[in-house]
């Protein structure tokens, strides 16, 4: 039998406190024949604290989807180990494992997100962790042709919310990186299912749109295997078509340039990007690098969220490939990340988290789990307000705020045909 509480133990004198223990529990009971019941099993047994269970994204069900077409899900976590087209330091072949173990304090019972007033794991969609793509380490070429038959095996496939809303016609995909080359897959298989060009958000310190040439080699002419880099993929994928031109959009830049000039900027151009560098958000703040984001993109064109880790300062999150000193902070990235999360997302990946240069606090794969949990946060509420079944709810307590900052005397000057609001500062 169970201890009765101690407060009635207390008070029933005629109760022997040697009778009773804190660490008694009831007699266990042989269970039948036939087992204990499925429901019985799923009460005690369906739960994992963030410590325990097998390491799956939040938590979530592990299905290995490329090999179980007959499950169908609506957003999938799908690793892709992949870091054999670095520039600099390999590792990032570990980030899906690392990201995973990060999100393990992320659980269905406790993933309630207070700014979009839901818990995305318990919404509309069915979100599976997918396992991992068995990409080849040994060769390059015959990897990429892997990672884009795992994606188009994937996202052709009909969703389990199908035509709920109307525009959810196919699973969308969260991509644990491995080096950022694996995201030219993913747009390969999003243009041909999509049948148009896709608009690329890309968060990163780097360009990523280099002419291959920018690796001089005496050693082969272009094209060759070797021009397949993870700062080459999305000038492929502009020369093949994929990506929106004028629609695309680069956040947190603070890369150096090759040669004596602004050539890269000029290549970069063509290819139709807007550069934001990392430092505007000085003059512009995390609200004005959201509208520019938005400006560019609206709300209606497919999107690709491409999010390379190094968009961080190296001193937040140092476990990454090719860290760049100056960078955003993880909660300047999640307040932009949460302000745009009216795009229309078809695709999103997370990559270049290195474990191996992380130190002991896994601060790079807390911070890449965190911006997976917003990514899929954002597709449910996009999904809900397309289904016309989306509650805007205001955080509480925040209305029981009372003081407000005094607003700075502002004067207007323009940057770059932009009109920016920037505080008056004293004369030395």
Request: aromatic share 8%.
């Amino acid at each position: 039998m169970w201890c009765p509480h101690l407060s009635v133990i207390a008070s029933t004198l005629f109760v022997p406190l040697a009778l009773c223990n804190f660490y008694d529990n009831p007699e266990f009971d042989l269970p039948p024949p036939t087992g204990t019941p499925l429901e019985e099993l799923q009460a005690k047994w369906d739960f994992d604290w963030g410590f325990s269970g097998i390491s799956t994204f939040a938590h979530l069900k592990h299905v290995k989807c490329l090999t179980t077409p007959y499950e169908p899900f609506d957003i999938g976590i799908l690793g892709a180990p992949f870091d054999t087209a670095v520039s600099y330091r390999p590792g990032a072949r570990f980030g899906p494992r690392a990201i995973r173990a990060a999100s393990s304090r992320q659980t269905t019972f406790r993933g309630f997100n207070h700014r979009a007033g839901l818990n995305p794991y318990r919404s509309w969609p069915s979100v599976l962790d997918c396992g991992d793509i068995p990409v080849t380490p040994f060769d390059n070429a015959l990897a990429l042709h892997q990672m884009t038959s795992a994606y188009l095996e994937l996202v052709s496939r009909r969703p389990l919310s199908h035509g709920n809303p109307p525009s959810h016609t196919h699973p969308k995909i969260i991509s644990l990186g491995g080096d950022h080359s694996i995201a030219l897959p993913a747009l390969r298989a999003l243009q041909k299912i999509h049948d148009r060009p896709i608009a690329l958000l890309h968060f990163d310190a780097h360009l990523d749109t280099w002419h291959p040439g920018a690796y001089p080699s005496a050693w082969a002419s272009h094209p060759t295997q070797a021009d397949f880099t993870h700062g080459t993929m999305f000038w492929i994928a502009s020369e093949e078509g994929l990506i929106a031109n004028g629609s695309s959009v680069h956040a947190g830049l603070r890369t150096r340039l090759g040669g004596l000039d602004y050539a890269d900027y000029d290549n970069d151009d063509r290819q139709g990007f807007l550069r934001i560098e990392a430092d505007d958000i000085d003059a512009f703040g995390v609200s004005g690098i959201i509208d520019l984001i938005m400006q560019q993109m609206g709300t209606e064109t497919p999107v690709y969220l491409s999010v390379d880790i190094d968009v961080l300062d190296p001193g937040i999150a140092p476990g990454t490939g090719t860290p760049e000193p100056g960078g955003w902070t993880t909660r300047e990235l999640i307040q932009i990340l949460r302000g745009i999360e009216d795009l229309n997302l078809v695709g999103a990946d997370v990559v270049e988290v290195s474990p191996a240069y992380d130190g002991n606090d896994e601060g790079t794969a807390l911070a890449g789990a965190q911006v997976v949990y917003e990514l899929i946060t954002s597709m449910v509420v996009r999904g809900l307000k397309d289904r016309g079944e989306y509650v805007a709810r205001k955080k509480p307590g925040v209305e029981k705020l009372k003081l407000k900052p005094k607003a700075p005397t502002k004067q207007k000057i323009p940057v770059e045909g932009l009109v920016v609001e920037e505080p008056l500062r004293d004369e030395l």
